[in-house]
């Protein structure tokens, strides 16, 4: 059975960091891209940031610079770090497991709260 769960989520100034993870059990992590996605009050699920198996990333515009999405493979864990945090980060954040159409699992979402 394949779990993802999130962690590290929670209440933060503005500017302040978080840095969340996804510890991932059933499948192994380096066959698979993972990514980040949120989902703002209103809003549609939108991608965050990717990190294909392969090694390389990519970053919704929104956040370059600021978020960076790492992966231990050892640990079964990917992880979004996120600095300079703004009000319009706030959302629930979701782990992405993807390897083909048939392999594609989520996590049950943490909430990002940034408020003063």
């Known amino acids: 059975q394949v779990q993802l769960v999130e962690s590290g989520g929670g209440l933060v100034q503005p500017g302040g960091p978080l840095r969340l993870s996804c510890a991932a059990s059933?499948?192994?992590?380096?066959?698979?891209?993972m990514s980040w996605y949120r989902q703002g009050p209103g809003k549609q699920r939108e991608l965050v940031a990717r990190?294909?198996?392969?090694?390389?990333?990519n970053y919704a515009d929104s956040v370059k610079g600021r978020f960076t999405i790492s992966r231990d493979n050892a640990k079964n864990t990917v992880y979004l770090q996120m600095n300079s945090l703004k009000p319009e980060d706030m959302a629930v954040y979701y782990c992405?497991?993807?390897?083909?159409?048939?392999?594609?699992?989520w996590g049950q979402g943490t909430q990002v709260t940034v408020s003063s």
């Open positions: 992405n497991a993807n390897r083909s159409p048939g392999l594609d699992y």
């Open positions: 059933g499948i192994i992590l380096r066959l698979y891209a």
């Open positions: 990190s294909s198996s392969g090694g390389s990333t």
